[in-house]
């Protein structure tokens, strides 16, 4: 029987979710418009068109409004200079923003620095300050519980490590930087090797289109975007401020599907053959390794929409989906392996993965075992089965971006079946002479 197999990899949509700010009416000082005092810092969050609601394990707009999830905010404010991360986070920490009908709460409420320099819009006795107080905020989702002073995540997310490392992990978001750190806001990850249990990691960026609006004082304020919304100085009336949250992890889902005596998915299984698989696993195939299942994410990313990410150890990078992480159609006496695709991982799940570094592609090395079950009466035992294990190494990943953060890959894993094709003919006897054997001879 000959056996063919191949591997192709797609970029699936980009996946947003996108959060904004709504301010409070500027106050109105003897029917001029003048600075609100006390304008506090408000949050919401609407989705972007571009955002698949419904798919497994991904964050959306009804996810982050479930009741105690929410999303989490670092702030800096700035006396009269621009954003140092030295200071850290000192205007907000972890703040838990959730949302209870018609919107996004938090507690205690902050206000803007209402220093501005001198207030430029005409208004007669206006106040002035001596320097320009600046916010810059990080947004961080789904939203974890962490003890201040450490950063330690309390909340608990246990799973099974992969085969070569059976030992117990957490997964998902394991820890941020400490309340007193002097650093960037910072979230440490851990990729789940149970599909059912990856975590979804967002972080909050300007939205498509910039971040532009006139402060009180009237400076223009423009954060490009898929950058950090810092610096922001106090907005003047109605000015929303927004996030866009980006997917910090690329996602990757697998699908299977047979092609039949042809090259492409399709054709005919014949009546009594099933195709059943065992399990499939994906391993790090670069030299040196590419692909980490741990790293820190830094919320303050310097290159527009890219995670910026440090990598921990690349090594111990093996998936494997078998048991109860297979797709149930997909195991013996199911239905097994169709002409039409069929998601590899039980309940439409994805992998979590953490980027490459730079421009890094992927390497996989994908290996599927299964069986091809034909029922035949004849057999002692009822039936044939034959047992295929075949991998392949392919780069995932663009020439720019590597294998990169908010993309979903996908692995369309092909079964080339050639069925066992018979014929025959009945060939010409072939004439070579003849010899006498005289019995007995007769006499002269």
């Given at each position: 029987?000959k056996?063919?197999?191949?591997?192709?990899?797609?970029?699936?949509a980009?996946?947003?979710?996108?959060?904004?700010?709504?301010?409070?009416?500027?106050?109105?000082?003897?029917?001029?418009?003048?600075v609100?005092?006390?304008?506090?810092v408000?949050?919401?969050?609407?989705?972007?068109?571009?955002?698949?609601a419904?798919?497994?394990?991904?964050?959306?707009?009804?996810?982050?409004?479930?009741?105690?999830?929410?999303?989490?905010?670092?702030?800096?404010?700035?006396?009269?200079?621009?954003?140092?991360?030295?200071?850290?986070?000192?205007?907000?920490?972890?703040?838990?923003?959730?949302?209870?009908e018609?919107?996004?709460i938090?507690?205690?409420?902050?206000?803007?620095?209402?220093?501005?320099?001198?207030d430029?819009?005409?208004?007669?006795?206006?106040?002035e300050?001596?320097?320009?107080?600046?916010?810059?905020?990080?947004?961080?989702?789904p939203?974890?519980?962490?003890t201040?002073?450490?950063?330690?995540?309390?909340?608990s997310?246990?799973?099974?490590?992969?085969?070569?490392?059976?030992?117990?992990?957490?997964?998902?978001?394991?820890?941020?930087?400490?309340?007193?750190?002097?650093?960037?806001?910072?979230v440490?990850?851990?990729?789940?090797?149970?599909?059912s249990?990856?975590?979804?990691?967002?972080?909050?960026?300007?939205?498509?289109?910039?971040?532009?609006?006139?402060?009180?004082?009237?400076?223009?304020i423009?954060?490009?975007?898929?950058l950090?919304?810092?610096?922001?100085?106090?907005p003047?009336?109605?000015?929303?401020?927004?996030?866009l949250f980006?997917?910090?992890?690329?996602?990757?889902?697998?699908?299977?599907?047979?092609?039949?005596?042809?090259?492409?998915?399709?054709?005919?299984i014949?009546?009594?053959?099933?195709i059943?698989?065992?399990?499939?696993?994906?391993?790090?195939?670069?030299?040196?390794?590419?692909?980490?299942?741990?790293?820190?994410?830094?919320?303050?990313?310097?290159?527009?929409?890219?995670?910026?990410?440090?990598?921990?150890?690349?090594?111990?990078?093996?998936?494997?989906?078998?048991?109860?992480n297979?797709?149930?159609?997909?195991?013996?006496?199911?239905?097994?392996?169709?002409?039409?695709?069929?998601?590899?991982?039980?309940?439409?799940?994805?992998?979590?993965?953490?980027?490459?570094?730079?421009?890094?592609?992927?390497?996989?090395k994908?290996?599927?075992?299964?069986?091809?079950?034909?029922?035949?009466?004849?057999?002692?035992?009822?039936?044939?089965?034959?047992?295929?294990?075949?991998?392949?190494?392919?780069l995932?990943?663009?020439d720019?971006?590597?294998?990169?953060?908010?993309?979903?890959?996908?692995?369309?894993?092909?079964?080339?079946?050639?069925?066992?094709?018979?014929?025959?003919e009945?060939?010409?006897?072939?004439?070579?002479?003849?010899?006498n054997?005289?019995?007995?001879?007769?006499?002269?």
């Open positions: 029987m056996k063919k197999f191949y591997l192709f990899a797609a970029a699936a980009v996946l947003s979710l996108t959060a904004c700010s709504s301010d409070d009416d500027a106050v109105q000082a003897n029917g001029a418009k003048t609100a005092v006390n304008q506090a408000d949050f919401d969050i609407y989705t972007a068109s571009a955002t698949r419904g798919d497994a394990g991904i964050q959306t707009t009804s996810t982050l409004q479930t009741a105690g999830q929410g999303f989490g905010v670092f702030a800096q404010v700035s006396n009269g200079g621009d954003y140092a991360s030295s200071t850290g986070s000192n205007f907000m920490y972890n703040q838990h923003v959730t949302y209870t018609p919107s996004w938090y507690t205690p409420v902050k206000y803007w620095p209402n220093e501005t320099t001198k430029m819009l005409g208004v007669t006795g206006a106040a300050a001596a320097q320009t107080d600046k916010l810059s905020f990080f947004a961080y989702a939203y974890v519980t962490a201040v002073g450490t950063g330690a995540v309390t909340a997310n246990p799973d099974q490590n992969n085969e070569a490392t059976p030992e117990a992990i957490e997964a998902g978001i394991t820890a941020l930087s400490a309340n007193n750190a002097s650093t960037d806001p910072t440490s990850y851990t990729m789940a090797y149970t599909p249990k990856s975590v979804d990691l967002l972080w909050g960026v300007a939205p498509s289109g910039n971040l532009s609006y006139t402060a009180v004082n009237n400076t223009p423009n954060v490009g975007e898929g950090p919304l810092k610096n922001l100085i106090k003047s009336k109605d000015q929303k401020i927004k996030f980006k997917h910090a992890l690329a996602r990757l889902g697998l699908k299977v599907v047979a092609a039949v005596d042809q090259i492409a998915p399709g054709g005919s014949a009546s009594g053959t099933k059943y698989v065992n399990s499939v696993t994906i391993e790090d195939a670069a030299s040196p390794k590419a692909l980490a299942p741990t790293g820190t994410l830094n919320l303050n990313n310097t290159s527009a929409g890219i995670a910026n990410w440090t990598l921990g150890s690349k090594e111990k990078f093996k998936l494997v989906v078998s048991g109860t297979l797709n149930d159609d997909l195991k013996t006496d199911a239905t097994g392996v169709t002409t039409a695709e069929q998601d590899v991982i039980a309940d439409g799940k994805f992998f979590m993965i953490i980027p490459t570094e730079g421009n890094a592609k992927a390497k996989f994908v290996t599927i075992n299964y069986d091809v079950v034909t029922t035949d009466a004849n057999l002692d035992g009822g039936k044939s089965t034959v047992n295929n294990v075949i991998y392949k190494e392919i995932v990943g663009d720019t971006n590597g294998f990169t953060n908010n993309k979903a890959y996908n692995l369309k894993l092909i079964l080339g079946m050639t069925s066992v094709k018979l014929d025959a009945v060939a010409d006897w072939e004439v070579d002479g003849s010899t054997v005289d019995l007995p001879r007769n006499q002269e």
